[in-house]
């Protein structure tokens, strides 16, 4: 299941498109659990919005989330992946596999509550990372959909389908002597049509910036990630590249 809802989310910044097979495997999982009526598990039962990604998100984030699915009644991704570890999001979970390829790393995905069509209303991801995009002036050009935030080392949504975040946060990877990486990404993708029209790239922002946050302080950078509290104006601009 895990390994789907990954495939399905390939392209974290710029996901579009649903691939047929993954969706059509997605849907029948749902199917399964819909037709096995009130006998649920303990991590199929619905959450609120303060409740998922491991009840890590500020108040703000909560109606934030609300807002984008225009419900107050979510479900996280049921079951285990293929080691027999629960798919359910956890800070030390994900942590600890910040250093990992995607499809092994402990990610945060919900759904709306009721929703049979097997799309995650949002996926967040955190990934260890050597260098941070770069980011032009308005006055340069860029995509005008991109819309920036003076927090963390990078901010930054498109429209309402994603929001990226790079925050300072060294960590070591355990299977490299010399591996240590200056900075975390974290990053929030949702499938097509799955995010109310009511809801902003603020929304989206506040809601990838309050779980980052508790992130920072589960791997103790908070002090140098610099994740507000809350997120302050932005500001529209492009972006070439990466620094490398």
Known sequence: MRRQIR???QDRTSARSVPRSVLGALVLVFGISACGGA???????DRTASQ???????TSAAKALQRMSETTKFTEIPGSDDSGQS???????????????QTQRNQCVVFKAGDKSGHPLIDIDFSASRYVPKTETPESGGDSEKTFYPIGAYAQTGNTSSALLYFKCPTQDPTRASGTTPY????????PGQISAKA??????????SLSGAMAKQLDCASEAALPSEIPASTH?????TSR
Do not use: I, P, W, Y
């Open 7 to 9: 495939e399905l989310q």
């Open 52 to 58: 998922v990604c491991a009840s890590a998100f500020s």
């Open 87 to 101: 798919n359910m999001f956890s800070l030390q979970n994900a942590a600890s596999t910040v250093h990992k390829d």
């Open 39 to 45: 006998d649920k598990s303990a991590d199929e039962t």
């Open 200 to 209: 902003t790239g603020r929304d989206l922002m506040t809601v990838l910036n």
């Open 184 to 191: 975390v990404r974290a990053s929030l993708t949702s499938a």
């Open 237 to 241: 601009s492009g972006e070439t590249g």
